[in-house]
């Protein structure tokens, strides 16, 4: 029986990509921090056929998501682990720069906690030569956004610490997948300010992510647009690059 880890399972992504791999013959652990969501996701895919189980698990604490990790690996080896979830927030309106407190949070939940598991299941699956994990990062990794530097910044260490752990472990039977969506139509990416290009619903994010995991792709970029964008901001002149991403944050006080 395959046996697959979905942290962010009571979002709208983690729903999404619970649905995907709910079938007869797949035991689901559903990660997440509300409760009865989480209930709701899993009778889902009870009704699927799948078996479910649920955690409750705030990732701002480290030393709990950590102990997480090697408990549920050690009760059944996880086939495929996908670090769905993560937190997005822009600088607040007037403010110069965003809240300390802010970025040590995004920090925490965007890039420690999902690298830290994802090291420790990695070491664990390579000692039994076989396993995949997906990494799910966001386009804005791409950019310095001004006003989402926080969000943008622990987006962009995700991608480079996933690129290093494909790297490391591939000779030993384990594959990393970065993907690296837009915005997508959940109610978390309905708060996001401003024009909202190439919207994505959250299925058919989730079953992107699901074929990208499926070919043990080492980056999936959704939709296309975003590949181009991030090649155009790499060739733009630094000034040309920074004037454009100014404009697009809200005004300052």
Request: hydrophobic share 55%.
């Amino acid at each position: 029986m395959t046996r697959v880890l979905i942290t962010g399972a009571s979002g709208g992504l983690g729903l999404a990509l619970a649905r995907v791999y709910a079938a007869p013959g797949c035991t689901l652990v559903l990660w997440g921090r509300d409760r009865a969501r989480l209930e709701a996701v899993a009778a889902l895919c009870r009704d699927a056929g799948a078996e479910a189980a649920i955690r409750m698990l705030d990732l701002t604490d480290l030393s709990a998501a950590m102990a997480a990790i090697e408990a549920e690996d050690a009760a059944g080896a996880i086939d495929l682990a996908i670090f769905a979830a993560g937190l997005g927030d822009i600088r607040a309106a007037g403010a110069l720069v965003e809240d300390a407190a802010q970025v040590a949070r995004l920090a925490i939940v965007n890039f420690v906690a999902p690298s830290a598991m994802a090291s420790a299941l990695a070491a664990r699956m390579a000692a039994r030569g076989r396993g995949r994990i997906v990494l799910v990062g966001s386009a804005a990794a791409f950019h310095a956004l001004p006003f989402a530097s926080g969000y943008a910044g622990s987006k962009a260490g995700l991608a480079r610490f996933a690129d290093a752990l494909r790297i490391g472990v591939a000779r030993h039977g384990v594959a990393v997948t970065l993907v690296s969506p837009g915005f997508f139509a959940t109610a978390a990416g309905r708060t996001t300010p401003g024009p909202t290009p190439f919207l994505m619903t959250a299925d058919v994010a989730a079953a992107r992510i699901a074929r990208a995991a499926e070919r043990r792709r080492a980056h999936a970029i959704m939709p296309w647009p975003f590949a181009v964008l991030r090649l155009v901001d790499r060739a733009l002149p630094r000034g040309l690059r920074d004037r454009l991403l100014r404009a697009l944050a809200p005004p300052e006080r």
